[in-house]
Structures are given as C-alpha cells and as structure tokens.
C-alpha cells in the first residue's frame, strides 16, 4: 500500500489552500443570480445611460483642498463603450 510522503500532504494542502483562496477571490466578481424571493442589484450600465466624463488634474499626489486641482475638460455624452482618445 502507498503512504504518502509529508512533503506530497503538504503540497496537496498547499494545492487545496490556493485554489480556495482563487475561488474566494472569483467570487467577489461573480454576479449572484436572482430569484422571485431575493431583491436583485442591476448595473446601470447594461441600461446605456447618457454619462459625462469630467477630468481633473493637480501636481500634488494627494490633492486636499479645491484650489489644488484644476479642471481640465468635460466631456458631455461620454460613451464608455467605445475607444476613446484625447
């Protein structure tokens, strides 16, 4: 009969511990599938709404008041589902 050796049972632990942890992970991005009895959350983007990009800038990493940064551009009807460039 085959015994496995410690380092093959710690191996298969640490195996077993990583795909967990993905599983877990994945999870966060997996959309729960709704029933009659659970109120459901919806993206309002699968709607296609009218958005606008408003694009600001400053030359401190961590801007805290209003005067540290400054407005560069707005950018009304802003479809983010196509490629864009500026």
């Keep these: 009969m085959f015994i496995p050796s410690f380092s093959t049972f710690l191996c298969a632990v640490a195996v077993s511990y990583v795909s ?31 958005l606008n990009l408003i694009v600001f800038s400053s030359v401190k990493s961590s801007p805290r008041t209003d005067g540290d940064v400054e407005l560069v551009d707005i950018f009304r009807n802003f479809n983010y589902m196509e490629p864009w460039e500026r």
């Design 20 to 50: 967990y942890s993905i599983w877990n992970i994945a999870q966060i991005f997996i959309a729960p599938q709704c029933t009659d009895s659970k109120r459901c959350l919806y993206s309002v983007l699968n709607e296609k709404p009218d």
